[in-house]
């Protein structure tokens, strides 16, 4: 069995006519599995369906009913999603998003506890094919306190490996309720 890869990915428009236009059709396929929205060629054999997700997507394999929430946060539609994947987030994947949806902009974040790395992204349509995440490596408590007190996390970096506490407070949610 792989190890799991936690993510955590906000859509946004980033222009109010084709962005929200985009975004509709992403909440209308009703579904945010990479091999459903961007589907292999029917000439893929099973056998090479990792292979090939791990090509284009960046990962093996994406949780087929990922957690999720639509709705409205200061007068912009949103789509926040908490997924597993197979090793790795899932990059190659949100650079598909950005050029097929036009107009919307996908924020991610990700950890891998089991390897000891997470890290946290930015793509939109002027993101290139070699845009790379801010990636981080951790091998000690300390190390992730560094790396929470660096970002602003959604997802916090953790490891049931280490005991000690986590400094982050994440009570500050911009899209409260209140």
């Known amino acids: 069995m792989p190890n799991e890869c936690e993510n955590y990915v906000e859509i946004h428009p ?3 006519d084709e962005g929200a236009a985009s975004l509709r059709r992403l909440l209308d396929a009703g579904t945010f599995d990479a091999y459903k929205l961007f589907p292999p060629p029917a000439t893929i054999k099973p056998e090479d369906m ?4 791990y090509e284009h997507y960046g990962t093996k394999w994406m949780a087929k ?4 929430a639509d709705g409205l946060c200061n007068g ?5 999603l908490f997924f597993n994947s197979a090793w790795a987030p899932p990059e190659k994947f949100y650079k598909l998003l950005v050029r097929e949806y036009p107009g919307i902009k996908v924020k991610f974040e990700y950890n891998e506890w089991q390897m000891g790395f997470c890290g946290h ?3 939109d349509a002027t993101t ?3 845009a790379e995440p801010k990636h981080y490596n951790y091998e ?3 190390d992730l306190v560094d790396i929470q007190n660096a970002y602003k996390w959604t997802l916090v970096p953790w490891s049931p490996y280490f005991t000690e506490d986590s400094p982050y407070n994440s009570s ?3 899209c409260s309720s209140e």
């Open 14 to 16: 980033t222009n109010v």
């Open 128 to 130: 290139t094919a070699d």
């Open 140 to 142: 000690s408590a300390q």
């Open 76 to 80: 912009v539609d949103f789509l926040y």
């Open 172 to 174: 500050d949610d911009e």
């Open 50 to 53: 990792n292979n090939y997700g």
């Open 121 to 123: 992204g930015e793509y």
């Open 65 to 68: 009913e990922p957690g999720s």
